[in-house]
Nanobody
Framework: VQLQASGGGLAQVGGSLRLSCAAS????????LGWFRQAPGKEREFVAA????????SYADSVKGRFTISRNNAENTVYLQMNSLEPEDTAVYFC?????????????????WGQGTLVTVSS
């Protein structure tokens, strides 16, 4: 299984970035796909997740209303649109896949991890 994340970079406060994660190596129909992040000196935390159908999503309170997760099943890709970025969003963002619901990814360790992509928000 491979989860290839991309799209990180430098953004200004209030700006936007879109992260992408291409999944391969198995069928993800029963898996939620999502994003976690780890800021310097802090533990990794859940950001957002979506089910295969996209009918159910889950977000951390800190990103609700600013970040949107979506997926393109034809391309096995999940996206994270990040708007109104804040310095506190600076972190390495990791793509992940977990068997079950989007909500479950917020409380249980995912089954698969991708490599991280760095997002830096500067003021």
């Amino acid at each position: 299984v491979q989860l290839q994340a991309s799209g990180g970079g430098l953004a200004q406060v209030g700006g936007s970035l879109r992260l992408s994660c291409a999944a391969s190596g198995r069928t993800f129909r029963s898996y939620a796909l999502g994003w976690f992040r780890q800021a310097p000196g802090k533990e990794r935390e859940f950001v957002a997740a979506t089910t295969w159908s996209g009918s159910s999503t889950s977000y951390a309170d800190s990103v609700k209303g600013r970040f949107t997760i979506s997926r393109n099943n034809a391309e096995n890709t999940v996206y994270l649109q990040m708007n109104s970025l804040e310095p506190e969003d600076t972190a390495v963002y990791f793509c992940a896949a977990g068997f079950g619901t989007a909500q479950a990814m917020g409380v249980m360790p995912p089954d698969y991890w991708g490599q991280g992509t760095l997002v830096t928000v500067s003021s």
